[in-house]
Structures are given as structure tokens and as C-alpha cells.
T-cell receptor, first 115, second 114 residues
Framework: AQSVTQLGSHVSVSEGALVLLRCNYS??????LFWYVQYPNQGLQLLLK??????LVKGINGFEAEFKKSETSFHLTKPSAHMSDAAEYFC?????????????FGRGTSLIVHP | ETGVTQSPTHLIKTRGQQVTLRCSSQ?????VSWYQQALGQGPQFIFQ???????GRGNFPPRFSGLQFPNYSSELNVNALELDDSALYLC?????????????FGQGTRLTVV
């Protein structure tokens, strides 16, 4: 069984401020972890993924996330928020084994960026 | 390389009707997954098709059914529509044979049941 919990349904930051979106996972087997972004009326776009290589993962648009097994966390960060970062962000977990890639998604965190 | 395309983009149906949603997978992909995303929620896994066979199913009733065709495109069929079926339906494709851990999503079909 696997699940993710995204802490905070909404996160509000000022433009230029640090972005921190929290994700904790639960998985009975070693996981793959993902962050996706969704803009209004759009599908999901992959920001970054952890697949058991480096624990610090760099993604697109200046985002990065660190896999911390001891804390079962995979928080998403960006040093400086931009207005264009305003969107819905989803953390997802998938088992590494089994061949099938079927991610389980969190409920999402809406990032609001103030000028 | 073409991306994942879904049709139609928007649809309005009446309760009790049936609906078919379509998805063309990305070139080179053989696996298609369908998700339901209710307003304000994360995507919920409906089922996955791999090489024309159902390869996993989420907690959805049998009135949600699907098909995958030899060209790996896919359909999602929903019978006896209910008001709660109103949602964004997302299709994602990947290549299981390459151990591809990344799924590429289409823009979705917005279904409204009235």
C-alpha cells in the first residue's frame, strides 16, 4: 500500500520568496516519488522524479526536491518564487518493483504568488 | 514526436446516459492509464491498459470500463452516468517495456453530468 500526504492545501508566498511545498509518503516497498504541476484547465506536467539515484533531485523551472528516507519526506523547494509558478502541485508515489507504474497522488497544494 | 491527446475537451451529459472518452498515446508508448480528478482533488487511478490488456484497476465500479487498441490508443466508457461522475478525466501514457517511470498526461476531458 502507498499514499502521500501533502501538508497545506494552499501555500501563499511573495514573489522572490522561498517556495516550500511539503510531501510525506507511506510505502511498503522502496518508492519512486514525483512532483507534478497543473495549470488551470491543463493536464499534469512532470517537474521532477526520484528513482533511487541521487537523493537531491533537480527539476524544471528551478525546482528541486530532496528524498529523506528517515523522515519519509519529499519536499519541493524553489529559492525564488515567480508569478508564473502559481499553479496546483501534486506529489505522487509509485512502487519501484512490479513493472507497473501506477502513481498514487496527493490531494494537491495550490501555490499562490503575490507581487 | 506527438504528445498525448484527448477528445473531446469538454462534454455535458445527462444523468443515466453513457459516455466514451478517447485518448491517443504518445508515439512509442504502449501503456495507458486513466484518472478521474474531481474539483479540488488529486487524480484518482481508474485503470491501466498495457498491450491491450487491463493491467490494474482502482476503486471504481464496473460501469467504468475501457479498451486499448492495437495502435495503443484507448477509450474510457462510463455507463449510467451519475452526478458525481462530473470531473476532469486524464489519460497518461508511458512505455512499461522500457521501465519508463514517467507518464505523460493529456490535457484532459472535462465531463459535466447534469
Amino acid at each position: 500500500a502507498q499514499s502521500v500526504t501533502q501538508l497545506g492545501s494552499h501555500v501563499s508566498v511573495s514573489e522572490g520568496a522561498l517556495v516550500l511545498l511539503r510531501c510525506n509518503y507511506s510505502s511498503s516497498v522502496p518508492p519512486y516519488l514525483f512532483w507534478y504541476v497543473q495549470y488551470p484547465n491543463q493536464g499534469l506536467q512532470l517537474l521532477l522524479k526520484y528513482t533511487s539515484a541521487a537523493t537531491l533531485v533537480k527539476g524544471i523551472n528551478g525546482f528541486e526536491a530532496e528524498f529523506k528516507k528517515s523522515e519519509t519526506s519529499f519536499h519541493l523547494t524553489k529559492p525564488s518564487a515567480h508569478m508564473s509558478d502559481a499553479a496546483e502541485y501534486f506529489c505522487a508515489v509509485s512502487p519501484q518493483s512490479g513493472g507497473s507504474y501506477i502513481p498514487t497522488f496527493g490531494r494537491g497544494t495550490s501555490l499562490i504568488v503575490h507581487p | 514526436e506527438t504528445g498525448v491527446t484527448q477528445s473531446p475537451t469538454h462534454l455535458i451529459k445527462t444523468r443515466g446516459q453513457q459516455v466514451t472518452l478517447r485518448c491517443s498515446s504518445q508515439s512509442g508508448h504502449n501503456t495507458v492509464s486513466w484518472y478521474q480528478q474531481a474539483l479540488g482533488q488529486g487524480p484518482q487511478f481508474i485503470f491501466q491498459y498495457y498491450r491491450e490488456e487491463e493491467n490494474g484497476r482502482g476503486n471504481f465500479p464496473p460501469r467504468f470500463s475501457g479498451l486499448q487498441f492495437p495502435n495503443y490508443s484507448s477509450e474510457l466508457n462510463v455507463n449510467a452516468l451519475e452526478l458525481d461522475d462530473s470531473a476532469l478525466y486524464l489519460c497518461a501514457s508511458s512505455n512499461r517495456d522500457r521501465g519508463n517511470t514517467e507518464a505523460f498526461f493529456g490535457q484532459g476531458t472535462r465531463l459535466t453530468v447534469v
